[in-house]
């Protein structure tokens, strides 16, 4: 079955670099029209999507954030980087690891969720 | 981007009720709509796609209708499980966006 879950830092400081893994089993980034993508949520609030990355390295993010986001995959590992750089206290939510699916493009699962907290 | 909207914000029902969600479009999405829920501390969990298909392992009391830039989510006979925070989210263009949710409360 597939499953997801992300990794890294729980607080980060003011204007430093988010760096977040997500490590997927179940399914391959090497499969045609196969992809992981970021979302997130910050506390009390509505969930925000962030980017996507397919297995043929085509990438997509957020227009809002798009100057601060990149997003990797290694394959071999079966995992997917999301860095985020810049990082502010209104940067502070729980971002979740995606499988996208369709018809269009939907999430059908979802990793537990790593809570990032932006304070000095 | 698409903009969604969700009414109502929170609604307040009893076990055994009926409660309807709503969620528009601001530009046609056909019907790429998907409606997630949500419990505290816990990640979404997809329910509905292509606006009225019910995932996999979904109870049947979950209804989605609509299409174009109008849709609804209807629950049939509140179970005491069913009290969350419900997302619809347009999947037809990227960038892929989220209503602000509405939270169904235990009157």
């Known amino acids: 079955q597939i499953t997801l879950k992300e990794s890294g830092p729980t607080l980060v400081k003011p204007t430093q670099t988010l760096t977040l893994t997500c490590t997927f089993s179940g399914f391959s980034l090497t499969t045609s029209g196969v992809g992981v993508g970021w979302i997130r949520q910050p506390p009390g609030k509505a969930l925000e999507w962030l980017a996507l990355i397919y297995w043929n390295d085509d990438k997509r993010y957020s227009p809002s954030l798009k100057s601060r986001l990149t997003i990797t995959k290694d394959t071999s590992k079966n995992q997917v980087v999301l860095t985020m750089t810049n990082m502010d206290p209104v940067d502070t939510a729980t971002y979740y690891c995606t499988h996208p699916s369709g018809p269009g493009v939907l999430f059908d699962y979802w990793g537990q969720g790593n809570l990032v907290t932006v304070s000095s | 981007d698409i903009q969604m909207t969700q009414s109502p914000s929170s609604v307040s029902a009893s076990v055994g009720d009926s409660v309807t969600i709503t969620c528009r479009a601001s530009?046609?999405?056909?019907?790429?709509l998907a409606w997630y829920q949500q419990k505290p501390g816990k990640a979404p969990n997809l329910l509905i796609y292509a606006a009225s298909s019910l995932q996999s392992g979904v109870p049947s009391r979950f209804s989605g209708s609509g299409s174009g830039t109008d849709f609804t989510l209807t629950i049939s006979s509140l179970q005491p499980e069913d009290f969350a925070t419900y997302y619809c989210q347009q999947a037809n263009s990227f960038p892929y966006t989220f209503g602000q949710g509405t939270k169904l409360e235990i009157k």
């Open positions: 530009q046609d999405i056909r019907n790429y």
